[in-house]
């Protein structure tokens, strides 16, 4: 799994969700299919008048969820911003003739009120339930937002090797060792070990 893999099943998913916050701080999620995809990038339409646009030109801070139905959840923490206006005309007409039911919303002319978006540097965390144990990765989409996040729990020098936090983990990610270990590709983020940890050695990780 990889980054350009990912936007290929976001692109089968078709509808993706679309998260901001509005100035009073209130989150904000449209559903949005027009949508076109490119190798390390993608494209997305709104018109200028809605409050969704106005918020990413404030600062262009989203995140994009997409989930397939093989539960895979994939989720981009992204700038987007405003395609170069010599090139506005060029990526509404592409997502207009992938997307036909858009001459139905916007006929004719009146595509114009548009503006395309453009997604080129994001965080992705790809996070797979539909085996076992599950499986998680974080990968980068262009400078990746400068950097992934860490998030989750390790386990600290001050463990005991008890063993309580390997008996209560739901996916069995929790090894043997001085400390014992966590394998973070498996691990569901539930925070089991952590509340049952007797000498608090769990700990969360940074950007949580």
């Known amino acids: 799994m990889d980054a350009k893999t990912c936007l290929e ?46 918020e990413l030109l404030e600062n262009g801070k989203v995140q994009i ?3 397939t139905r093989f539960k895979e959840m994939i989720r981009l923490s992204a700038k987007a911003t405003p395609v170069p206006e010599a090139e506005q005309e060029e990526k509404i007409d592409a997502i207009f003739a992938q997307q036909p039911y ?14 395309i978006f ?3 540097h994001a965080q992705i965390e790809y996070f797979h339930l ?5 499986f998680r990765e974080s990968y980068t989409l262009g400078d990746g937002m400068n950097s ?22 739901p996916q069995r990610c929790i090894e043997q060792g001085t400390p ?3 394998q973070q590709e498996h691990c569901l983020h539930c925070g089991s070990c952590f509340e049952i940890c007797p000498v608090k050695a769990v700990r969360k990780r940074g950007g949580e």
């Open 130 to 134: 539909g085996v076992n144990p599950i």
């Open 9 to 54: 099943k976001l692109k089968l998913v078709g509808v993706l969700s679309f998260a901001t916050v509005d100035r009073e701080g209130n989150p904000q999620l449209r559903c949005i299919s027009a949508i076109h995809f490119e190798e390390d990038s993608f494209y997305f339409f709104t018109a200028r008048g809605k409050s969704f646009c106005h």
């Open 65 to 67: 969820l997409g989930y």
């Open 102 to 115: 858009l001459a139905n919303v916007y006929p004719g002319d009146t595509r114009k009120i548009g503006i």
């Open 180 to 182: 014992f270990y966590i």
């Open 148 to 169: 992934i996040s860490k998030k989750g729990y390790f386990i600290s020098d001050g463990c005991i090797g008890c063993g309580k936090c390997q008996k209560s983990c």
């Open 118 to 120: 453009e997604v080129k």
